[in-house]
Every structure is written in structure tokens, then in C-alpha cells.
């Protein structure tokens, strides 16, 4: 099987490990196959959209989602490390307001599904990380929305050791009781 997948704690949400292939000249590792990807979580995506983001230590990026046109996400790290984390935003879930996070990082090659339904966000962990990630639709910045980091009713355990440095929609985001959910 070309990926090891594992479920968090959100059983939604999957931790995909590639296989590599290494050697003293580097490595190689297949980053998407539609064919393998089905095959690996049962589940048929299509992909419409690539990103690729940079950011330095102590950005924290998220919660964010679509509350029309949510996306599903294939995110991984290229370089540096980052603590992603998914929250479950719909409201006929047992696991509504919970969350799972998981370091992702350019050494341990994993992948994390974050499926529609589902806020998002990254810490950087280190001087400096590239994220890149897959959507299952396009990017409509009027239904974006974000859900607070650092709302006490999530209890995220983010590692950081200092303050993080936010972007203003995610400095005023709303906590989970005002949030946009989905049924």
C-alpha cells in the first residue's frame, strides 16, 4: 500500500504516511495518487485547487473554513515543521468542538485529510515552514469564516511558548457559541 493511514482522535480526520524512498542522494515519495488515495481511506475527492503557503516561527494560521462551499484539505509540510490541527464543526456529530492536532513536518513526510465540516489551522514551529495543501473546492473568501484559536471551549494545547503572531480576521475570529457551524 502506498500510504500507511492512520485515524486521530477525530476518526474523520487521517494521518497519511507515504511510502519513501531514500537513499544517500535523497528521497522520492509520490505526494497524490487519486487511484492509491481511494484505495488507502475509502474516500473518492477531487481536487480543484493547490496553495502553497510560507510562513516564520509563531504564525499561527486558522481556524479557518468555508461555511458555503466547504473544502476538504490534503495538507502537508515541505519544509520546517508546523502542530495542524482540525476542529469538528457539525453540529450532528458526537465529536462537535472537539479537536486533534498533529505535527507535520518535511522530515516525517506525513499528510494530514481534513474533511469538509471541519475548521483549520497550523502553528509554525519552526524559523521558517512551506505548507502546501489540496481542495476539494475553490477558495470563496465571502463564506470564509474563523473560528477562534484560542477559545477556552475548544482547550486546543497549542505549543508555543509565546504569543502568536495572527492575522487580523483570525485576531477577531468567533469562538465555537457565535461560530457558523454545520448541521
Same mark, same amino acid.
Request: aromatic letters at 4%.
Given at each position: 500500500m502506498p500510504y500507511t493511514v492512520t485515524a486521530t482522535s477525530l476518526p474523520e480526520v487521517l494521518i497519511l504516511e507515504p511510502r519513501v524512498f531514500g537513499d544517500e542522494r535523497g528521497f522520492f515519495l509520490e505526494s497524490f495518487n487519486r487511484r492509491d488515495f481511494q484505495a488507502a481511506t475509502s474516500l473518492e475527492v477531487d481536487f480543484v485547487q493547490d496553495n502553497h503557503c510560507q510562513s516564520s516561527q509563531g504564525v499561527l494560521r486558522g481556524l479557518?473554513?468555508?461555511?458555503?462551499?466547504?473544502? %476538504?484539505?490534503?495538507?502537508?509540510?515541505?519544509? %520546517?515543521e508546523v502542530f495542524d490541527v482540525a476542529v469538528d464543526l457539525r453540529r450532528s456529530s458526537p465529536r462537535f468542538g472537539q479537536w486533534s492536532g498533529v505535527r507535520l513536518s518535511a522530515q516525517n513526510h506525513r499528510q494530514l485529510w481534513v474533511p469538509p465540516g471541519f475548521a483549520h489551522g497550523f502553528l509554525v514551529l519552526s524559523p521558517r515552514a512551506q505548507f502546501l495543501y489540496?481542495?476539494?473546492d475553490y477558495w470563496f473568501p465571502e463564506h470564509e469564516r474563523s473560528l477562534l484559536w484560542n477559545d477556552s471551549a475548544l482547550g486546543i494545547d497549542w505549543p508555543m511558548q509565546a504569543p502568536p503572531k495572527l492575522a487580523a480576521k483570525d485576531a477577531q475570529a468567533a469562538p465555537l457559541?457565535?461560530?457558523a457551524t454545520f448541521d
Open positions: 479557518h473554513y468555508q461555511i458555503q462551499h466547504p473544502q %476538504g484539505k490534503l495538507v502537508r509540510v515541505v519544509e %520546517g489540496k481542495t476539494t457559541a457565535q461560530a
